[in-house]
């Protein structure tokens, strides 16, 4: 039995796609979007943690340290890439970082006005490409970074992943049983090109598997 010091943070999370690392927060203040009510409610709000565990090792990273009024979103492994989501309330951007192999360092890959988006509901990084995403409460669907794109979706629907020139979202009914299909969306327009009956399941390589 292997002993991991976490200080703290005791469920860690697997990155789609990746076998070899795990990431895990303390939600000092609930998600990024509880954060940012409370941080707008005039009261200060403490920062979370972001950890990163190196798989079979159990080496334990803490990349960026925040001070008051800047929160973590979701991470984000992309093409080989650890990605993190920042954002600042006080100075109103919002920030993605790359971590580096290594762990040594991060480099800033984008920073963006935090008036860019209405707010931090659902606002996390995707891929791959690595995008920048939000999925608000008003069943309306973002790509905030790097290209401007939104559209309406179904209520019950969630975005899975882009592929080529195309956008897949999982959408879930009872009628009366419970089942799932895959919408499949024009990227620039959202227009349905699509739908597959079945459960999407992406797998460490990559590759999507549809289970129906």
């Not at 920042?86 to 951007?93: A, D, H, I, N, R």
């Not at 999925?135 to 979706?153: A, L, S, Y």
């Not at 459960?199 to 129906?212: F, K, V, Y």
Request: glycine content about 6%.
């Amino acid at each position: 039995m292997k002993i991991i010091e976490t200080y703290g943070i005791t469920y860690l999370e697997k990155f789609n796609c990746c076998s070899e690392w795990y990431w895990g927060t303390n939600y000092t203040n609930g998600d990024l979007y509880e954060a940012e009510e409370i941080y707008l409610s005039g009261k200060e709000i403490e920062p979370n943690r972001l950890i990163f565990v190196h798989y079979p090792d159990g080496t334990v990273f803490e990349p960026i340290k925040l001070d008051k009024s800047r929160y973590f979103g979701m991470p984000a492994y992309v093409d080989g890439a650890i990605y993190i989501l920042l954002v600042s309330f006080k100075e109103k951007k919002v920030c993605i970082y790359q971590c580096s192999q290594d762990m040594d360092n991060t480099v800033l890959i984008v920073e963006l006005p935090l008036n860019i988006v209405k707010d931090c509901y659902n606002l996390k990084i995707d891929g791959n490409p690595l995008m920048l995403t939000r999925q608000g409460g008003e069943n309306r669907f973002q790509i905030i970074w790097p290209d401007q794109v939104e559209f309406d979706i179904g209520v019950r629907e969630t975005f899975c992943f882009k592929r080529d020139d195309k956008l897949y979202f999982s959408e879930w009914h009872e009628d009366p049983d419970y089942r799932e299909e895959i919408n499949i969306r024009e990227y620039s327009t959202g227009r349905l090109l699509e739908k597959i009956e079945g459960a999407e399941m992406t797998l460490p390589n990559g590759q999507s598997w549809i289970l129906r």
